[in-house]
């Protein structure tokens, strides 16, 4: 089983639309959430953080369940430039010789595109 | 404020030969994480490397081997190169203390390809 899954898509939506991503992740013991945005052929850029109480930004907005291990990203009134791949991506922490360490994993990424 | 840049942007290699790509972090990072991102896939951890040493890997084999410098600029390897190898290799660079998630900082990739 992946460590992060995410619906592939792809998601074809009209502007104006409202469309929603799921993501679980298996490892428990995770301690930060994020979902990226990658344009085609661009590095990933993070979008923002997804905290369990929830969090908004703008038309964006993030929920963690962390009873469920499911992250969701939620987008309002889609913009043509909102078309891109978002990856859902999960963090564990290490520590070694006193620094702490984090490492991201990512899931396989969910395709959306916004048609006029 | 230089961000993270990569080298070379692209590189077409043949199976069985050897490559280098190369990382130099953002200015005041001194961790650089080396990721896979193969057509249609997520990024995947390859390994991290703080204080010239690799801290973790991934499931990655060896052939795939890097370095970092003392100027926190950071090489991989990839030897004997299959045609599975094919990919966008990005390189991330960080602080290794506990809020640095937030300023993991991603070069543009190398895009390599093997023939």
């Known amino acids: 089983r992946k460590e992060v899954e995410q619906d592939p898509g792809p998601f074809n939506v009209p502007e104006g639309a409202t469309v929603a991503f799921n993501c679980t992740y298996s490892?428990?013991?995770?301690?930060?959430f994020f979902w990226y945005r990658q344009d085609c052929r661009k590095e990933p850029k993070l979008l923002m953080s997804v905290y369990s109480s929830g969090n908004e930004d703008g038309r964006f907005t993030a929920q963690l369940n962390r009873a469920s291990q499911y992250i969701s990203l939620l987008i309002r009134d889609s913009k043509l430039s909102d078309s891109a791949t978002y990856l859902c991506?999960?963090?564990?922490?290490?520590?070694?010789?006193?620094?702490?360490?984090?490492?991201?994993?990512f899931g396989q990424g969910t395709i959306l595109t916004v048609h006029p | 404020d230089a961000g993270v840049t990569q080298s070379p942007t692209h590189l077409i290699k043949t199976r069985g030969q050897q490559v280098t790509l190369r990382c130099s972090p953002k200015?005041?990072?001194?961790?650089v994480s080396w990721y896979q991102q193969a057509l249609g896939q997520g990024p995947q951890f390859i390994f991290q490397?703080?204080?010239?040493?690799?801290?973790q890997r991934g499931n990655f084999p060896d052939r795939f081997s890097g370095h970092q410098f003392p100027n926190y600029s950071s090489e991989l390897n990839v030897n004997a190169l299959l045609l599975g190898d094919s990919a966008l290799y990005l390189c991330?660079?960080?602080?290794?203390?506990?809020?640095?998630?937030?300023?993991?900082?991603f070069g543009s990739g190398t895009r390599l390809t093997v023939v």
């Open positions: 490892n428990s013991a995770s301690q930060s």
């Open positions: 991330a660079s960080s602080r290794p203390e506990g809020t640095s998630i937030y300023g993991y900082t």
């Open positions: 991506v999960v963090t564990s922490w290490g520590n070694a010789g006193g620094t702490s360490y984090g490492k991201l994993t």
């Open positions: 490397y703080y204080e010239e040493e690799e801290r």
């Open positions: 200015s005041g990072h001194d961790t």
